[in-house]
């Protein structure tokens, strides 16, 4: 059995590595998806008592079904987490490589590498017949049932034959910064714009988003704090969250987003919550790891190029505030 301390430890070192990607320094974002050979990392790093800065290209590339099932999978599977697996991710990911056009993946490496993060959009009732999206709808019907308006809402739109509503799906490598995402954001409404005018069935009403994040006792909040105001290390990482958009602020609920860009998505959302994972296993004193839940957003289409806009202005890269 783990004395106190000790399991304080093991939480403090499970989300520090959700957030210590050292400091990544965003070399260059490009705004147009890349066609050629990524361009070469380089790194360097500086003295013991500053963060390390580490130049990374990260080029955007259109979904490839060649190259990025499993990557996209995997980032799928994380996305759902515990409850992933009853959810036909293998179809998912199917049915997101289905459509090149419409959504956006990082790489480092090439078009031929894997993806660290991906973005894309799927039309619902256009889907309804996909394994995916018949597991998917009743599992986030049941989800919104937490909320009685949320899930007034969410089942009038569906049910509605002129609603179409969009899942939004965007998940990366927990490491990655935050400012590399509005970008994928921008290329979304650009490429949903044109999907339109060419009659193509992405004329969104509602969008459903889904994430996740993370809870903290009172207790595991406190052994946060007493370990962020420990110098050295403590302090290179307040440093490297700020660097990449993230923030030190307490939560009033414990309920911390894996993901910062989730926030100023909720501001825009008309009905927002957090529900527990279908197959989560029962947390006590002994626990490891950090508890997680999932998190859903309905948010008008109509927000949609604000929200992006928004998005861009908040979470800019280092250098360009």
Same mark, same amino acid.
């Given at each position: 059995?783990?004395?106190?301390?000790?399991?304080?430890?093991?939480?403090?070192?499970?989300?520090?590595?959700?957030?210590?990607?050292?400091?990544?320094?965003?070399?260059?974002?490009?705004?147009?998806?890349?066609?050629?050979?990524?361009?070469?990392?380089?790194?360097?790093?500086?003295?013991?008592?500053?963060?390390?800065?580490?130049?990374?290209?990260?080029?955007?590339?259109?979904?490839?079904?060649?190259?990025?099932?499993?990557?996209?999978?995997?980032?799928?599977?994380?996305?759902?987490?515990?409850?992933?697996?009853?959810?036909?991710?293998?179809?998912?990911?199917?049915?997101?490589?289905?459509?090149?056009?419409?959504?956006?993946?990082?790489?480092?490496?090439?078009?031929?590498?894997?993806?660290?993060?991906?973005?894309?959009?799927?039309?619902?009732?256009?889907?309804?017949?996909?394994?995916?999206?018949?597991?998917?709808?009743?599992?986030?019907?049941?989800?919104?049932?937490?909320?009685?308006?949320?899930?007034?809402?969410?089942?009038?739109?569906?049910?509605?034959?002129?609603?179409?509503?969009?899942?939004?799906?965007?998940?990366?490598?927990?490491?990655?910064?935050?400012?590399?995402?509005?970008?994928?954001?921008?290329?979304?409404? @650009?490429?949903?714009? $044109?999907? +339109?005018?060419?009659?193509? !069935?992405?004329?969104?009403?509602?969008?459903? =988003?889904? *994430?996740?994040?993370?809870?903290?006792?009172?207790?595991?909040?406190?052994?946060?704090?007493?370990?962020?105001?420990?110098?050295?290390?403590?302090?290179?990482?307040?440093?490297?969250?700020?660097?990449?958009?993230?923030?030190? @602020?307490?939560?009033? $609920?414990? +309920?911390?987003?894996?993901? !910062?860009?989730?926030?100023?998505?909720?501001? =825009?959302? *008309?009905?927002?919550?957090?529900?527990?994972?279908?197959?989560?296993?029962?947390?006590?004193?002994?626990?490891?790891?950090?508890?997680?839940?999932?998190?859903?957003?309905?948010?008008?289409?109509?927000?949609?190029?604000?929200?992006?806009?928004?998005?861009?202005? +908040?979470?800019?890269?280092?250098?360009?505030?």
């Amino acid at each position: 059995m783990l004395e106190s301390d000790e399991r304080f430890c093991v939480l403090r070192n499970t989300i520090n590595s959700c957030f210590d990607f050292a400091c990544i320094l965003i070399h260059s974002i490009f705004m147009s998806k890349r066609k050629n050979q990524a361009d070469h990392e380089d790194s360097d790093s500086d003295s013991e008592d500053t963060p390390t800065f580490i130049d990374v290209d990260f080029d955007f590339f259109g979904l490839n079904a060649t190259n990025d099932y499993h990557a996209i999978k995997r980032l799928l599977d994380q996305l759902f987490g515990v409850d992933a697996e009853s959810l036909s991710m293998h179809a998912l990911a199917d049915l997101v490589l289905s459509q090149p056009d419409i959504g956006t993946t990082i790489k480092t490496d090439g078009e031929e590498s894997s993806p660290y993060a991906f973005l894309s959009v799927l039309n619902i009732g256009v889907h309804n017949d996909n394994v995916s999206i018949k597991s998917l709808v009743p599992y986030i019907l049941a989800k919104s049932k937490g909320d009685d308006a949320f899930h007034e809402s969410l089942s009038t739109i569906l049910r509605d034959p002129q609603c179409q509503v969009g899942l939004v799906l965007c998940e990366r490598l927990i490491n990655m910064p935050v400012p590399v995402i509005p970008p994928m954001y921008r290329m979304l409404v @650009d490429e949903l714009r $044109d999907a +339109v005018e060419e009659n193509e !069935p992405f004329n969104f009403t509602h969008l459903i =988003f889904i *994430s996740r994040v993370y809870k903290l006792t009172p207790e595991e909040e406190e052994a946060m704090t007493i370990a962020q105001q420990q110098p050295g290390k403590a302090s290179k990482r307040q440093k490297s969250q700020n660097s990449t958009g993230e923030t030190n @602020d307490r939560s009033p $609920d414990g +309920v911390y987003p894996f993901h !910062p860009e989730d926030e100023e998505i909720r501001k =825009f959302a *008309s009905h927002h919550l957090i529900f527990p994972y279908s197959n989560a296993q029962p947390r006590n004193a002994e626990s490891f790891g950090l508890d997680t839940a999932g998190r859903l957003m309905l948010v008008p289409a109509a927000q949609f190029t604000e929200l992006a806009r928004v998005l861009g202005d +908040v979470f800019q890269p280092p250098g360009n505030v």
